[in-house]
Structures are given as structure tokens and as C-alpha cells.
């Protein structure tokens, strides 16, 4: 969660938590983790091309059953990872808000495609520059599309990260609300990460 | 750098011909300009009279223009120029293609008569040009945005004066897209249709007919 | 309320027949329960409504009264983002619109901005486009395919259809570099001429892809099941269909004649020989018959398209004015006015004379327009884009209306829709 402030996160919590690592909640951890990241069930919150991409995926070439995720969950209820494939324009976010805050805990988000990390080629009135000023994220996948194989990696990265995940460390598994303003992120954060780099905006010279 | 223009893509047989000749026998002043531009015959016509043509070009035996291609507007980067409504025809029976252009004084409100009770197929195409362009199309059953949501406060996007990443800062547009509430989104024809409405807590109905300015909780 | 209940089976000449079971009652309507119509959001995350589309149905019991439909839960600014591209530019803005069949979308648009330029592209170059277009139709209609099945409950044919689908992407991706975001084409040519093993590998296509559709053929088209949920449902007549715009196969189901390729058409299409199918009833299962027919006929077209680009071999691809083309790189770097014509086309763009066009291709879900206006720049004034899926779709309120609820799903899986043309 590479953007949010989680005061205590990491490995002093588990001290403070009172409970230190030890030979019963690591084999614990062990056994969770590796539970959890070959069974994720993916709560496909497809919008575009790249939802096309991971049905590619999903089909039988690239076969993403091999990691346990061929069952698609719609339902966020039943849901593990919210794999965002495509573009979020304003109009959809209070959707994919709504659909996180439904999805129960443990659970992760995936962002694949440029345009769901940042906003893509869409520097416009009417998209969301990057999913993560809306719901928290774990995996970024770039491309535009990514292939399959590129959102295999970063499904396989995401289970790296579960696997190194304990138990003890209740600021994982805590939600993260929108705040009495309105805002996930601080505005400041959105106004700055939204900023246009390099000649995003400059892309001609002509008048 | 032309080697000549690209072969036949408008209907055949009606470059400048039959349809333009005949409207501004019939029409006279009410038909500002014509025009054949890259193969493709146009007319500039008068918003007041733009359904009458319309549904004269649909209706009469040698035109009949019964397939309504596309609705469209364009707000051109020099101010002087007016706003222009586009309507694409096409004739499926005379295989020929015409396009009619309102233009529109920026200076007045830009209302155009619908073309709905003719071409069911402007229903959307209406809606759409009302949300990008701000023209407001009498006569349409349900005029309201389509792209946008509607409550949209930023403005008209299509128009020249909109600036490509909008008014309002991203902190606000984030803002203002999670304050929305979903179910805000129904139409007012939806929720009187809805049986349960009357039912409804007050604060909720208020929260619905509010729509984007209430809070997620 | 009286439901009649029948079971649908296949008479002597293959059209569905109705064996009725008896008369249902489901219930007294003056009884509390289901005594008031109920209004039911579908969408806009939502596994059957192809993307993010948002349906609002109003149900008496399993029954439809109206069914309205939301969209702009994708829309990207592509017409505003336009105004700021060159027209090559815009190229790649074109692939992310109709995602299903980005080559074709590449196709239409170069021929706008030709058309407004008033460039001809070579010979060799609008071989190359046919093929591009008839393989996107392939590769949009197998979508649509594995699809409406899954909708239906069938879900083997998604799995062939994909695979289908990859070898399609195999060969996009030698030629282009990228499977699904081609920008394929540029104002006077294309990006890159075919490499070689392309033909071979095309045409290793076109031999083995009628066989998967003739299993496709065994699975659906005289199945009970399918007849019985696609026959008689979401039905559309022919002066409906005209009044309401429709276009591509949704037109062409309805009984009305009219394909781009045939009624005007560019690329020399009157030059190949080919069949449009036209259904007769409009409803969802002549639509099924219609795609399906011109998967085979896009084959055909494949293989007679081959043919004439194994007579071109060593033609020239793009037109030979260095206004319009970039020069190849080597030059660039070591000739002068090579040099200039890249800073000037890269820089500045390939300015369009003042004007504006409308030009239609068949895509493969109906009449794609490009309407693009100049004033004499290199960025277009307007750029819009006549999105066929967006003017059939909102015909779905009056295809539902009676429908159950089940239906609304089969209807809206054969409308064949894509949302990123839809919203733009």
C-alpha cells in the first residue's frame, strides 16, 4: 500500500501486538498465505481493452485456473482480489469504491493497465489519473494492454507479497474508508500525483 | 499532393445532385448555402425551419431519405463561427447520402427543434450532442445527459471554451466522483415508477433527488 | 396472470415448436407479494452486461415492463482528446474504442483523414487493409460468440472462440508488435508491411477456421435449447430497424439489405466476391445465423485478398509523396530534406486542407462513421466518431419490453455491443 500512511506497519506491530514471531505463527503464516495467494479468487472489475486481455488470460492458452483463479467471482461478497482491467473514468468511481468496501477482508487489489495505474493515455476532464486515489493497491500491471503473461507476473508478485504477509499484523487487514471530506487520498496527494509528466501534455508543437 | 479525389464514397449520382437542387426550390431562403465538399454534398439550412426540411426530406417520394446516419455538432476554434448541428441522412432505397448544418448563434440559447418524432434513432444521438455541446433539442422526450452524469457541474465538454482536463482540480473532480451516490443515478422516471417511492425514508428521497452532493458513508 | 408454460422442440424444418406443459398460476395478483412492479439494477459491474453497463429494469414478476438503459460509465474523452493529435496520432486513440476489432477501427479512420487529404493509397496497401478489416470481423464476431453463449449458459464455445481468437493475435502481433492495441495504419499506408511467414500463417488460418465453425454450426443452430431461447425473442421488425438507425448485423437480421462494403464501397470491396447475409425475422436467433454466416464469408474474402497480395509481391505499400510519409529512418539521418520532411511530420504534423468528410466502413458491429472537420492545421477541428453500438443499443428498451428477465440478457448479448465505442 505503497501510498497510504499505515503508522506501525511492518514487523514492529507484531511485537507490539504482544505476540512475538515464533516457530507456531510463522508455520501459521506459512499455512495461511499459502492458502490464500493459490486460491485467489479475482473480483474482475473489467471496464476496457484490457478486460479483453484478461479474458485472454483466462482462457485456454494462457490459463490463469493454474493459479487457482478460474473461478471469476462478480459477486465482491466471495471475492479476494479486485483485478481493475481498463480505465476508471469519474463516473465509475464511486462504483469500484462501493464494490471494494463490499469485497470482506482479507483482500487485494490488482490495477492492470496504464490506465488504471495512472490514467493512461486519458489525461482528460473525465478520467480517474490511477485507481489508487480511489481504493487501495497492491500490484500495479503496466501496459497498454499488459500482455497475459504480464499480468501472470503480476499476479505471481501479488502472491509473493501474501506470502510474506503474518497474521499478527492487524494494519494489513485494515480497511482503509473514505474520510468524512470525501477523500481517500489527501488532495494535496491527488493534485500531485495527477500532475502531467514529461510531454504528456506537449505532444505537438503545431498551434 | 493530391492525386485525385478518393473514388466514389458518397452516394452515387448525388453530388450536387437531385436533393440540393430540389430543397432550395422548395425551401428557398430557408436554405443558407450549399456546398460539395470532399465528394460529399451539404446544406446549410435555417434552425427555424430545419424539422420542417427534415421531415420533408424523409417523407417526399424522390428523396426520401429514410435512414437518419448520425447527429452530431461542431464548435469551431474560431469564435466568430457559429455552432453548427450536423445531421448525417442517408436514403437506403436511393443508396444516396446528404448533410444537412444548422448553425446556431453562440451569442442566443442554442436550441434546436428534436428530430425524435421523424427518426427514432435521434433519441440517444440528441442526448449526446445536448451533454458534449450544451444544445437543447425541443420536442425530445428525455433530454437529459447521457456521457456525463446529470448533475455534472463543470460544464460542456466538447465546447472550445472547455479546457481538455476540465475546470475543477483533480483533488475536486476525485471528490466530487466519490461523493456521488450510485443510486442517485436513477432517472426521475425510474423513481416514480418505482412503487416503493412514496415508502422511501424522507432523507433518502431528499439524498436521491440531491444527487451528487451528498456524502458516502 | 396466466403463464403459459411450454417446452420449446424442433420441428420437421428446424424452427423451434412450443409442446405446451399446462397453465401456471403463480399466485393471486391482489396477494401482498408481487403485487407491485419492481425496479432492478443491473450493472454497471456486472458480469453479463459486457462491460460497464448499467440496465435499470422495471419486472413484474419475471416480466419486463420497460428496461432502461444507462451508458457513460466508460467515456474517455476520445472526441476532446482528438483535437489535440495530429491525425497520426490519433491512430492509436482509435484502437481503444472498439477494442474487440482494433484493426478495422485503424482502417476507417485512415480512410477519413485520406479522404479529407485527398491521398490514394496504393494497391498493395488496401489488400493489406482488406485483410485487416475481414480479420477483425473474425476476431469481433468470435467475441461475440463466446459470449452470448456464456449468457446462455454455454460456456465450451468461449474457449474455442479464444482459441481461435490467439492464433488472430499471433498474426497481429508479428505484423504490428502488439496484440490488441495495433495502430496498424497511417495517413497514405500502414505501419509496417506484412513480415514474412504472415501469408503462410494466414492461410493456415483460413483452412482449419471453417472447421471450427461448422462445430460451432453443430452446436447451436439446431439445438433445442438455443432455438428456444433465441427464436421469437427481442425481435425487430424492418421499418423499426430503419427508424431506429440500426446498423451492421441487428439491420441486417431485420431483413434490410444494406452493408457498407456493398451500398458504398471503398477499398475496392466491389471487386471481391462475397455474400451479406440477411435474416428475415430480426430476433435474436437470425441475428446468431447472420454473424456466424459472415465468419465464413470473411474467410472467403481472406483467402481471395491472399491471393491478390501474392500478386503484388515487391509493390509499393505507401503512397510516395515524403509530405505525407515519414522517409525510411537511414535517410532521415543522413539526407537533408529527408531530415526536414520527419521534423516537419513529426513536429508539426501533415496539415488537411480546410473541409470536412464523413466516411462509413462496415465494422463488425454496424456503420462506424468518422466525421472529421480541418481548418487547414494538422489537428482536426472535430473529430467524431458515428459508434454503431451506441445507436444500436438504444433500441434495447424497445427489444425488451415484454420480455423476462432471462431474456433482457439474451437480448442485450445479441445487440453485440462494446462500451469503449458506446461512451468514447
Known sequence: MGLIETPNAGAESAELAGVSPNFITTKLDFLANWARSNSLWPMPFGTACCAIEFMATAASRFDISRFGMERMSFSPRQADVLICAGRLPFKLAPIIRRVWDQMPQPKWAISMGACASTGGIFDTYTMVQGIDTIIPVDVYVPGCPPRPEGLMYGIMLLQKKIKGETLSDRTLRQEHLVDDRGFFLPPEKIDEISEPFGNSVHQTRSA | MTVGPVGAVSGVGEVGGVSTAALSDRFGSAILRQAVICGDSIVWVDASRAHEILAWLRDTPGQQFDYLTDVTAVDYRDPERPLEVVYQLRSLPRN??????????????????????LWKGADWLEREVFDMFGVSFAGHPDLRRILMWETYAEGHPLRK????????????????????????????EELSIAEAYDELPEDMRRRMAKGERGFVK | MELDVA?????ARGRVTRAPLGVAHPGDPDDEFGAEPMLVNLGPQHPATHGVLRL?????GERVIRCIPHIGYLHSGFEKLGEYRHYNQIIPLTDRTDYLSPMANNVAFALAAEKLMGIEVTERCKVLRVIACEMSRIISHLVWLGTTGIDLGAFTPFLWSFQERERIYNLQESWTGARLTTSLTRVGG??????????????AFCSSFPKTLDEVDTMFTRNAIWCGRTQDVGAMSREDAINYSLSGPMLRASGVDYDVRKDTPYLDYETYDFDVPV???GDIYDRYRVRLEEMYQSNRI???????????????????DPRVILPPKSRAMSDMEAMIFHFKQVMEGVP?????????????????????????????VRWRIRPPSFINLACLSKLCEGALLSDVIAINASVDIVMGEIDR
Open chain 3, 7 to 11: 417446452t420449446p422442440s424442433l420441428d
Open chain 3, 352 to 380: 488537411a486542407p480546410a473541409g470536412e468528410v464523413y466516411l462509413a466502413v462496415e465494422n463488425p458491429k454496424g456503420e462506424l462513421g468518422t466525421y472529421l472537420v480541418s481548418d487547414g492545421t494538422a489537428k482536426p
Open chain 3, 56 to 60: 435499470v429494469v422495471e419486472l413484474e
Open chain 3, 190 to 203: 500502414m505501419m509496417a508491411d506484412v513480415p514474412a511467414g504472415f501469408e503462410a500463417g494466414l492461410r
Open chain 3, 302 to 320: 481472406l483467402e481471395q485478398a491472399l491471393d491478390r497480395l501474392a500478386r503484388l509481391e515487391g509493390a509499393p505499400l505507401n503512397v510516395a
Open chain 3, 279 to 281: 435474416g428475415e425475422h
Open chain 2, 161 to 188: 471554451d472547455f479546457p481538455l482536463r476540465g475546470h475543477f482540480t483533480r483533488a475536486e473532480q476525485t471528490r466530487q466522483a466519490l461523493a456521488s451516490n450510485p443510486e442517485a443515478h436513477y432517472s426521475l
Open chain 2, 96 to 117: 444516396a447520402q446528404l448533410r444537412i448544418k444548422i448553425p446556431l448563434d453562440k451569442t442566443k440559447p442554442l436550441v434546436v427543434d428534436s428530430v425524435w418524432d
